[in-house]
T-cell receptor
Framework: DGGITQSPKYLFRKEGQNVTLSCEQN?????MYWYRQDPGQGLRLIYY???????QKGDIAEGYSVSREKKESFPLTVTSAQKNPTAFYLC?????????????FGDGTRLSIL | AQSVTQLDSQVPVFEEAPVELRCNYS??????LFWYVQYPNQGLQLLLK??????LVESINGFEAEFNKSQTSFHLRKPSVHISDTAEYFC?????????????FGQGTTLQVKP
């Protein structure tokens, strides 16, 4: 079945450590997105990529980095510069960046601080 | 900038009762509207969408939403809820002129269906 796979499901970070969240899709979608979800705040866009080898900052990009070397993969690195990383992280994709295309979501990664 | 407001953070309701989850967005020339549902510790699933045409859109599990341009609203309704409808619901909007595909989400509404 086609879909979006996020791993790991749970992740713990030590102080000063960088961690990388994986997002893989086999839907042949061009556009991919990373969101952060905090209780009572909905979803906020961290980074997005409209095509391979290209990505743009979203609304809360500070302390995060991404790469898009392959169409199917869009990993997110939470760096030590992100001082409040505890959250639920969701990856999404859509066939194209066009506005009328809905986004499909993975099952998320929950990141906590040790 | 575009924004979305979900007017209720929590909606408790008894099983088989009707429910309405309210969503308002800031005005725009053209918008695309979506409702997503999230079950605990899972990602978001698309429930229904309004792209164009009929202002009333329906999902396969009995939910419906009506696009009201004059009131800039996209409220979600179900005439009779089930225990299994307990989840968090997110309203989201895209500007029709956007070429980034950026979704703007509301804060979410937790639907609690009681037996």
């Amino acid at each position: 079945d086609g879909g979006i796979t996020q791993s790991p499901k749970y992740l713990f970070r030590k102080e000063g450590q960088n961690v990388t969240l994986s997002c893989e899709q086999n839907l042949n979608h061009d556009a991919m997105y990373w969101y952060r979800q905090d209780p009572g705040q909905g979803l906020r866009l961290i980074y997005y990529s409209q095509i391979v080898n290209d990505f743009q900052k979203g609304d809360i990009a500070e302390g995060y980095s991404v790469s898009r070397e392959k169409k199917e993969s869009f990993p997110l690195t939470v760096t030590s510069a992100q001082k409040n990383p505890t959250a639920f992280y969701l990856c999404a994709s859509s066939p194209s960046p066009q506005a009328n295309q809905p986004q499909h979501f993975g099952d998320g990664t929950r990141l906590s601080i040790l | 900038a575009q924004s979305v407001t979900q007017l209720d953070s929590q909606v408790p309701v008894f099983e088989e009762a009707p429910v309405e989850l309210r969503c308002n967005y800031s005005s725009s020339v053209s918008v695309y509207l979506f409702w997503y549902v999230q079950y605990p510790n899972q990602g978001l699933q698309l429930l229904l969408k309004y792209l164009s045409g009929s202002t009333l859109v329906e999902s396969i599990n009995g939910f419906e939403a009506e696009f009201n341009k004059s009131q800039t609203s996209f409220h979600l309704r179900k005439p009779s809820v089930h225990i299994s409808d307990t989840a968090e619901y997110f309203c989201a909007v895209k500007n029709g002129s956007s070429n980034t595909g950026k979704l703007i989400f509301g804060q979410g509404t937790t639907l609690q269906v009681k037996p």
